[in-house]
């Protein structure tokens, strides 16, 4: 399939990606999976080779097509899309959260849903509004996880998909008691407050501080993973295409007009959340690809180190 993103649905406006079904009122998960075309379950059949069961082993496949996912280890146990998103059921009931998108990418080997938390914070004049995302895998690479992302309204850019720690994931492996893990996934919720006053006291001070140019290319090489010692002769070229072109979105990027941050740490560091989702090429270099990047690969863990560069270096 040349799309990662199968299928997808949207709440209220097209999202930053250009991707998915857009609907014009608030869900229940059940709503969610139908309108996000997820309606279907998985199943764990045995593996056989030349006639033979392999012991220890099972095949992981989508029932309706017989998509196969992957080969897993027995004790691996299947949580299904209406399982992993009907946890979300007791958030929205609250109130205190809406479904705003759900989908799945790479023909449903991995899945998410993502909620809007009630309220939004502000820094330096921007609104960020506050979001929980779930994911959930079919191939058994990644566990039922839940955790929360700021995004800045401006630009719709993803702030902090990389975040990361016993605080703000929960993780529940494919294992037989991963429903009670569920249970207790519930309370996290109420770390939420904890999480976005810590998120923001720390994007306070980003906003607050400046960084000098001559530090961005320091900055820079920290984001891409490189000592910053090693001479720019030495980096890999599209590197440096991609360090050019967040320089040039320090001035010309999405929100960058605001007065009260140039020169920031915190505007440069949402150029390069700028650049991961909107410009750096990915599997395809499609939308689809730098979704899955920006949130779950290789452009995720450079906004982490740019955050961690800027927080211990301005």
């Known amino acids: 399939m040349a799309h990662e993103v199968e299928t997808m649905f949207s709440y209220e406006e097209v999202p930053w990606h250009g991707l998915g079904t857009i609907t014009d009122h608030a869900l229940t998960s059940e709503e969610a999976i139908d309108i996000a075309g997820l309606n279907w379950e998985v199943q764990t059949v045995s593996v056989v080779v030349n006639g033979s069961i392999v012991e220890n082993y099972k095949a992981v496949q989508r029932v309706h097509d017989h998509k196969l996912y992957n080969i897993v280890r027995n004790r691996y146990e299947p949580i299904q ?14 109130k205190e959260a809406i479904f705003h998108t759900a989908g799945s990418l790479k023909e449903g080997a991995r899945i998410w849903m993502l909620a809007k938390i009630n309220g939004s914070m502000g820094v330096k004049g921007e609104q ?31 702030l902090a998909m990389a975040e990361s720690g016993a605080s703000t994931r929960f993780y529940a492996r494919h294992t037989k008691n991963y429903k009670a893990r569920i249970e207790v996934a519930q309370e996290i919720l109420g770390l939420s407050n904890k999480f976005y006053d ?33 001479a720019m002769e030495d980096i890999y ?8 072109k967040i ?17 920031t740490a915190w505007q440069a560091y949402n150029a390069v959340v700028e650049y991961v989702d909107y410009y750096r090429k990915a599997r395809g270099n499609n939308p689809e690809g730098r979704l899955n990047q920006a949130w779950f690969g290789s452009g995720a863990n450079i906004k982490k180190r740019t955050w961690k560069y800027l927080l211990n270096n301005v």
């Open 81 to 94: 899309n209406k399982e992993a998103f009907g946890f979300f059921d007791s958030v929205v009931g609250t």
């Open 128 to 158: 960020i509004d506050k979001f929980v995302c779930l994911t959930n895998s079919h191939d058994g690479y990644l566990a039922l996880q839940m955790f929360w992302t700021p995004i800045r309204v401006v630009c719709a850019n993803t």
């Open 237 to 244: 070229n599209p590197v440096k295409v991609a360090m050019n």
């Open 247 to 263: 320089e040039e979105l320090v001035v010309v990027g999405k929100g960058m007009d605001n007065p009260a941050i140039k020169g």
């Open 198 to 230: 810590g998120w923001l006291e720390e994007a306070k001070y980003l906003a607050n501080h400046m960084l000098p140019e001559a530090q961005r290319p320091l900055m820079l090489l920290e984001a891409f993973g490189y000592d910053g010692s090693i």
